[in-house]
């Protein structure tokens, strides 16, 4: 088992840290579709956000143990106006984001969400002074084109769908500034902050929409937060290895995993604009 782990290891550092941000994009990716398959299922019962408050506090729980082993020392951050910044735009892009999950279709919720490449790309531009290339911009639109065949035939502007652009809009903007936090801060510092954060202002309305849960129903937001820490702790190692908007385009990985989930869980079939996109 020693030899086989130094063979990946090996094959791992003689990856160009493109093809590493692309790794760790692909993981979350597939991660977060497993997070949102579990939040919709929580949502057939539960407020989407008391899911979002559980979804900030377990995750913050988690990541406790990795900060006491590296030491308090490794919280300290010359950018806590940042941080701040950026948990409160998380914290609401989360509570967004698992509204949209459970009102919609898990795939039409995804596709939403991509949403935000359109978004990212002028703000990787402006505030990370990234270069958009003629190749960038075709991906992300075809990408993009893909969205809207796949929301077309269900064009109506419900509240749902506006939170879900909400959420893609709020998300860019974290993106640019976990970028910003990456380049100073560990990926275990920037999801401590974003987790407490997120879940001091998701628990009001967590409070105010309570519903006890059941003994499966705990495991199922236990596994649900893991996924998404785990998730978010690949996206924030994926943007801080490579260019935002070379990683942006891999991200519509989501959509075929959130197809699959919803067919296998839900009995969400794709008809055939969906599968077009």
Same mark, same amino acid.
């Given at each position: ?143 993009? $084109?893909? @969205? &809207? ?6 064009? /109506?502007?419900?509240? #749902? !769908? +506006? *939170?879900?652009?909400? %959420? =893609?809009?709020?998300?860019? $903007?974290? @993106? &640019? ?6 380049? /100073?801060?560990?990926? #275990? !510092? +920037? *999801?401590?902050?974003? %987790? =407490? ?6 628990? &009001? ?10 003994? #499966? ?26 260019? #935002? ?33």
């Amino acid at each position: 088992s020693d030899g086989l782990l130094r063979r990946w290891q090996f094959r791992w550092k003689s990856l160009s840290l493109t093809m590493r941000g692309i790794v760790w994009v692909l993981l979350s990716a597939m991660l977060f579709s497993m997070m949102g398959a579990l939040a919709k299922i929580l949502g057939n019962r539960i407020d989407s956000f008391q899911i979002a408050f559980f979804r900030a506090f377990f995750g913050f729980l988690l990541i406790v143990p990795f900060v006491l082993k590296a030491g308090l020392s490794g919280l300290q951050t010359q950018q806590p106006v940042k941080h701040l910044v950026r948990g409160l735009i998380g914290g609401t892009a989360m509570m967004c984001g698992f509204y949209a999950v459970v009102h919609l279709p898990l795939a039409d919720a995804t596709a939403i969400s991509f949403a935000r490449a359109l978004f990212l790309a002028p703000l990787a531009a402006l505030f990370l002074g990234e270069r958009i290339g003629w190749r960038r911009t075709v991906a992300t639109l075809a990408g993009f $084109g893909g @969205v &809207i065949m796949m929301t077309r035939p269900e064009g /109506a502007l419900l509240l #749902a !769908t +506006l *939170i879900a652009l909400l %959420s =893609a809009a709020l998300v860019a $903007g974290v @993106v &640019i500034i976990v970028k910003q936090l990456s380049r /100073a801060d560990t990926p #275990a !510092t +920037l *999801i401590f902050y974003s %987790s =407490a954060i997120a879940a001091l202002m998701t628990a &009001i309305p967590a409070v105010m929409f309570w519903v006890q849960p059941t003994v #499966a129903e705990w495991l199922l937001l236990i596994a649900m937060a893991m996924c998404g820490t785990m998730a978010q702790s690949c996206f924030i190692r994926g943007y801080a290895t490579a260019d #935002a908007t070379t990683l942006a385009p891999f991200e519509y990985t989501r959509l075929l995993f959130a197809v699959a989930a919803g067919f296998i869980l839900f009995s969400e079939i794709p008809d055939a604009w969906a599968m077009g996109g």
